[in-house]
């Protein structure tokens, strides 16, 4: 990875850019990574909760169908 002037240039404008809105919006950069870090969170519940249960209850339904079709197709071969 090169680190020229160019991308020091473009950096510094970009950090101004998102200083500027963060500054705006009165918002910190803890309060950006705690939302981030919550809906990574709340997410994680949700795949290990109801999540989980939505796709263990549609591969009671998937897999044997699956195993079904590749039986069918091995005994035509």
């Known amino acids: 990875m090169r680190v020229d002037a160019r991308t020091i240039i473009k950096l510094a404008i970009y950090s101004f850019l998102v200083g500027a809105l963060l500054y705006w919006l009165n918002w910190s950069p803890g309060d950006v990574y705690g939302w981030a870090i919550n809906t990574l969170a709340a997410f994680w519940d949700w795949l290990v ?29």
Do not use: D, E, H, W
């Not at 263990?56 to 091995?74: E, R, S």
């Open 49 to 77: 909760g109801t999540g989980l249960q939505y796709v263990l209850l549609g591969a009671t339904i998937v897999v044997p169908v699956y195993f079904l079709m590749q039986l069918k197709n091995k005994r035509r071969s």
